[in-house]
């Protein structure tokens, strides 16, 4: 089982980087199902 960490910190407009830390939460989850995510 993987351990995944995600802290994303960012404006919530004018930013595309708290969207694509989403995303890649997203993505990561769909592609393993044993993963333990966790996302600040």
């Given at each position: 089982?993987?351990r995944?960490?995600i802290?994303a910190?960012g404006?919530?407009?004018?930013?595309e980087s708290l969207?694509n830390?989403?995303?890649?939460?997203?993505?990561l989850?769909?592609q393993?199902?044993?993963?333990?995510?966790?996302?600040?």
């Amino acid at each position: 089982m993987q351990r995944i960490v995600i802290i994303a910190n960012g404006a919530a407009y004018g930013s595309e980087s708290l969207f694509n830390s989403l995303r890649l939460a997203i993505a990561l989850r769909e592609q393993q199902s044993d993963l333990e995510l966790k996302l600040f």
